[in-house]
């Protein structure tokens, strides 16, 4: 196993990493976009009296934090419940340390192979793409 710290490593093997882009697996890339979203990550540590350390971490999404809601979207949705989420998420999110820079982050993208995930990192006052079809049949939250 290569030390915790080993991120160069680490970014080459994620970075090598393909699809199986075949006839029996093809890679179906949307290469027409038709929204950009774009939302920044923060992570921080807050006082807490009550843990174990008295200090927890806390993130947010374009500088709202995250409360669990009572129930999922998809069941207030179903059952009619409003009030569940809104549709106010900040579109213009506080400026990152890099900024995506489309005329010439683009023309890096793998649009021909690129691995299927859950998962992506984010570096540390860095950016990260993602491309997706939206195309599952549950409400979507619309950012405006």
């Not at 998962?119 to 950016?127: E, F, L, N, Q, S």
């Amino acid at each position: 196993m290569p030390p915790r710290n080993a991120t160069p490593l680490a970014t080459t093997f994620t970075d090598s990493l393909r699809s199986l882009n075949s006839e029996k697996y093809p890679a179906r890339v949307p290469l027409r976009i038709d929204h950009n979203l774009l939302f920044t990550v923060s992570l921080s540590v807050n006082p807490c009296a009550t843990c174990v350390n008295n200090s927890r971490v806390v993130a947010d999404i374009n500088n709202v934090t995250f409360v669990m809601p009572k129930i999922s979207l998809l069941q207030a949705h179903f059952l009619k419940i409003k009030g569940v989420f809104t549709d106010d998420f900040p579109g213009n999110p506080p400026v990152v340390t890099r900024e995506f820079q489309p005329a010439k982050d683009a023309k890096k993208f793998n649009l021909g192979d690129p691995v299927e995930k859950n998962t992506v990192g984010v570096p540390a006052g860095g950016w990260t793409a993602i491309r997706f079809r939206a195309d599952n049949p549950v409400p979507a939250l619309v950012m405006q």
